[in-house]
């Protein structure tokens, strides 16, 4: 029997800079969730780029992403850093069928989310510049002389802060530190 049969799941935005290391934070979190508890889910995003062994996705053509999405299977599509990302429509069952679900995206699909899941949940991963731009050096996914990851810097020390958050985790130092606290918040959506 499912015990979250009636319950009403729970739909999170996981944003932050290129760099402020939202996946590590995730994966950290949810290594020590309670086993009692139904797990979180975090949908594969699809993405147009060559695949990454930082990030785990569905790597698709452009002209793929294309067909998928004017086939509808995307709930959530955006355009950044020249490259499409989309988020199946998976989630939105899981979520009604009592499921928190974690999905990292970029902040400007927000408005438009929020006024169609009036109870989106926010969560910022806030991180200083210097150490953005020391953690987007490192990963390597792009040369510093690509236009791509100057957009990428130039975009991190515009928007270091997020009000519109429900929910800030400050990832600037020990992960353990920042994962706990996102565990911690997304413990009292789990009805414990």
Known sequence: MNKNKDKKGQLFFL??????????????????????LPLVKIPRRYITRPLHETEPFHSVSPKEFHKMKTKGKFCFTWHIYDLDYGVPHE???WVQNGALVVVNVSRKIIPEARREFPTLKVIFVKVPF???????????????????????????RKMENYSDADFIVDNSGDLHIGATQLRNYLLSFAGK
Not at 138 to 155: H, N, Y
């Open 130 to 156: 210097a150490i953005t731009l020391d953690r987007i050096k490192k990963r390597g996914r792009e040369d510093p002389s690509d236009p791509i990851f100057q957009e990428r810097v130039a975009r991190a």
């Open 91 to 93: 989630i939105l069952q």
């Open 15 to 36: 944003v932050g800079n290129s760099g402020s290391g939202k996946d590590s934070l995730l994966k950290e979190a949810l290594d020590k969730w309670p086993k009692d």
